[in-house]
């Protein structure tokens, strides 16, 4: 079993009713066919310098790879077991791109960090 998050780019002002709305449909298959979003690309080429999900090690934090990303998202299916540190990573990355990010496990919508000067 995995444990599994999403970062997702929506609109300035969205909320996480919002984001649970957009998961919901991506799982059911409703993509929209766009050009990726700026945001989705910045973290996805950041967390996989770190942690690659193309032919990765025996000890990568992945459960599944290479990890789902889409033109407003990016799926991360982590091993119940990975280092502290990754969820850290993950977390600080979504703020400094500005993704909202989403926890499949109870469904808790967590908006980016606030950003110090």
């Known amino acids: 079993m995995s444990f599994d998050l999403s970062v997702w780019a929506l609109a300035d002002g969205a909320t996480p009713e919002d984001v649970r709305g957009a ?34 090690g025996p000890d990568t934090p992945w459960a599944v790879t290479p ?31 500005g993704l909202m990010l989403f926890d499949a496990q109870d469904g808790t919508v967590y908006p980016p960090p606030v950003r110090l000067p």
């Open 67 to 97: 990890l789902h990303a889409a033109h407003d998202h990016v799926e991360l299916n982590l091993h119940p077991t990975c280092e502290d540190q990754v969820l850290l990573d993950i977390e600080r990355l979504a703020g400094e791109h």
């Open 23 to 56: 998961v919901q449909r991506c799982r059911q298959g409703q993509h929209q066919d766009r050009h990726p979003d700026p945001r989705v690309v910045g973290f996805y080429r950041a967390i996989t310098a770190t942690y690659p999900d193309r032919h990765p």
